[in-house]
């Protein structure tokens, strides 16, 4: 039985941690920007799912209109993303630790934002995220042996069915052969008439929607509530998965992911009092990683100019 835990635990962590650092190494991939306000958009996320979804539209909100909510909470949150990216990001962008600098101020203006407008709009500043009570989504199906919930299932095949049209996105469209061409060469691509500014904007939009429904989906298939300060492990998160996988491969993010949730999974199961250090595995992860191969799994090493 614990094998079987193990398994489907990790898979399912796996594939919303790969979606989450999806976000982070494609406006890194595509723009060379390292947002540290990507856990941000997680924490929005979930709260803009809890608001639209359960405040104004009350508990017994039907699973369809959930998924509605889900679409709208990450399309609010992407336009938050690439607004941020214009107003703030864009004036500094080529200096990295300018941008480095102003990311994590954005992420503390909107942790403060939410506390300021959360925390006196409801009396629960703290609401826990989850699907319609009584819906399938709450009940259980046994995989294995194991009693699986089903918004757990949920949560894994809309991680992969994303990550799969977002491979399609790039591969197939005008817009994704774009993003190609700029993460390869920026002044080729400009030379060729692709507007890098309004991609950036769009990148960064897409960045922190992925970013926000992996904060929802993991809100609705655990027991975390919504925290204005929640942000902070799904960026330490990203940027261990990133590191493992190599920094701009999305094929590395995929991987990653799977490796840290099964990693997390392993170590909550088999080490006494393993659930309490579980948070520190992506850190142990990328430390070993930075010191035994710098360039990650499919990344290229950075070398510091002489």
């Known amino acids: 039985m614990l094998i079987e835990e193990i398994i489907l635990f990790g898979a399912i ?12 190494t494609l406006i890194y991939g ?11 958009f997680y924490m929005l996320g979930a709260y803009m799912f809890h608001i639209l979804g359960f405040r104004l539209l009350g508990s017994d909100t039907p699973v369809s209109t959930s ?9 609010i949150v992407g336009i938050i993303g690439s607004v941020a990216y214009r107003l703030a990001i864009h004036p500094v962008l080529g200096d990295e630790v300018a941008v480095m600098v102003v990311t994590v101020c954005l992420a503390l203006i909107f942790q403060q934002l939410v506390l300021l407008i959360v925390g006196l709009t409801f009396r629960d500043p703290t609401p826990s995220v989850k699907w319609p009570p009584g819906s399938f989504l709450t009940t259980s ?46 002044e080729i691509a400009m030379l060729m008439g692709i507007n890098t500014k309004r991609l950036y904007m769009l990148t960064m939009a897409l960045s922190a929607s992925l970013a926000a ?32 996988g190599g920094l701009g491969s999305i094929k590395g993010s995929l991987i990653g992911g799977f490796i840290i949730g099964y990693a997390e999974q392993t170590v909550a199961n088999t080490v006494p009092q393993g659930g309490a250090i579980v948070g520190v595995v992506p850190l142990i992860v990328m430390v070993l990683v930075l010191l035994l191969k710098p360039k990650g799994l499919f990344g290229k090493r950075i070398e510091m100019e002489e």
């Not at 919303?16 to 999806?22: D, G, T």
């Open 141 to 186: 199906t046994n995989i294995l042996g194991v009693n699986l919930e089903n918004s757990k299932i949920l949560a894994f095949a809309v991680s992969l069915g994303l990550f799969g049209c977002l491979l399609v996105f790039i591969s197939k469209t005008k817009i994704g052969k774009a993003m190609k061409a700029v993460s390869q060469d920026r």
């Open 213 to 244: 429904i992996a904060g929802i989906l993991i809100t609705t298939s655990t027991t975390y509530s919504a925290l204005a300060p929640m942000w902070r492990y799904p960026l330490a998160l990203s940027f261990s998965i990133v590191i493992l």
């Open 67 to 75: 998924f509605v909510v889900l679409i709208l909470a990450a399309l």
């Open 30 to 40: 595509i723009s060379g920007i390292t947002n540290l306000a990507h856990g941000s």
């Open 13 to 24: 962590s796996g594939g919303v941690y790969a979606l989450l650092a999806l976000g982070f």
